[in-house]
C-alpha cells in the first residue's frame, strides 16, 4: 500500500512539473567559424553553414504543437560574434527552419538582427512573425536548420556573392536558438549557466 501511494506521489509531481521544464527548450547552439571557403562549398547551397539532425538538441520534440504549443510560442535568438573582419560590414545569419513535412514554400525563416561588431546580441520572435513560418507542418516537426551569412541588401544577399567579400570572412560565432512555448516568456536564467561556462 505504502508503495502505490508512493508511485502516485511520484507520478503527480512529475505530470505537475514537466510543463514548467518543457516550457523552453535549446533548438541548438552552435559554435563554427565559417570562411570563405566554407561559403563556397557548402552543400547544396553557398554560404550556408547546415545544422543537421544530428546536431539539433536530443529534446527537440516531434510535434511542435501538442501537449506543448512551440508552434506558437517564440524563439530566442543569441549570437556571440566571436571574430569579424574588419570594416564593420552590416552582417546577419537568416536561419530557417527545414521541416520533416512542407507545404507551400517548403521552409521558413528567421533571423539575427544586423550586427557591425563583436559581441553577444540577443532578441526575440514570434514564431508567427517570420517569413513564411506557415509553410511548415510544425507538427511533424523539423529536420535541421539552415543558417545563411548575409549582408543587409536583403534576401539574396548572400555574403560569398560580395566583391569585398574579405569583410565578411573569416568569422567565428556562436549561434543559440532557444524555443519558448507559447503564453511563456523566454527565462536566461534556466540556461545562464551554459553561457557563464564558456
Not at 502505490?4 to 523552453?24: D, E, G, M
Request: with cysteine; hydrophobic share 35%; net charge negative.
Amino acid at each position: 500500500m505504502k508503495n502505490c501511494i508512493l508511485l502516485i506521489v511520484v507520478n503527480v509531481l512529475l505530470f505537475s512539473c514537466s510543463p514548467k521544464t518543457a516550457t523552453q527548450f535549446i533548438l541548438f547552439d552552435e559554435e563554427f567559424t565559417f570562411t570563405y571557403q566554407d561559403a563556397l562549398t557548402s552543400s547544396p547551397s553557398k554560404s550556408h553553414y547546415y545544422v543537421t539532425h544530428n546536431k539539433l538538441f536530443p529534446n527537440v520534440p516531434k510535434d511542435w504543437t501538442y501537449p506543448i504549443d512551440y508552434r506558437n510560442g517564440s524563439v530566442h535568438i543569441r549570437i556571440e560574434v566571436i571574430e569579424k573582419p574588419i570594416g564593420n560590414a552590416p552582417t546577419k545569419w537568416t536561419l530557417c527552419y527545414i521541416p520533416n513535412f512542407r507545404k507551400n514554400n517548403e521552409y521558413g525563416c528567421t533571423s539575427t538582427d544586423l550586427f557591425t561588431t563583436t559581441g553577444v546580441f540577443e532578441k526575440d520572435v514570434s514564431m508567427n512573425e517570420f517569413w513564411e513560418n506557415e509553410s511548415i507542418i510544425w507538427s511533424k516537426g523539423i529536420q535541421q536548420m539552415d543558417l545563411i551569412i548575409k549582408d543587409d541588401s536583403g534576401g539574396q544577399g548572400h555574403a560569398h556573392k560580395r566583391p569585398d567579400y574579405e569583410k565578411f570572412f573569416p568569422t567565428k560565432v556562436r549561434i543559440t536558438m532557444i524555443q519558448v512555448a507559447k503564453d511563456e516568456t523566454y527565462n536566461p536564467k534556466q540556461f545562464q549557466h551554459i553561457f557563464d561556462s564558456e
